[in-house]
């Protein structure tokens, strides 16, 4: 699975990449703060929401801590999806919140 530091991602995002990220914390942690620019998709919904998402871009999966989100990007990818893991989550994102 690929992963990216928190730091290498807040690069991107600040510097006016396209990029494509969710967050699959749950609704009460989201409201808390968000990477600007992600969507909300709960791990339990990612297996019905899917759909949603376009198999031609790359998406970049966050969480608290990495762990639920490593678990949506092995689905992810066995559903033919690119994705890759933010590892540390936002416990390690410095940068602002939405």
Known sequence: MKEIKTNELAEKVKGGSEVNIIDVREKDEVIQ????????????????RFGELDKSQHYYLVCRSGGRSGKACEF????????TNVDGGMLAWTEDVE
């Open 33 to 48: 703060g968000k990477v600007p620019g992600a969507k909300h998709i709960p791990l339990g919904e990612v297996p019905n």
């Open 76 to 83: 992810l990818e066995n559903q033919g999806f690119d994705v």
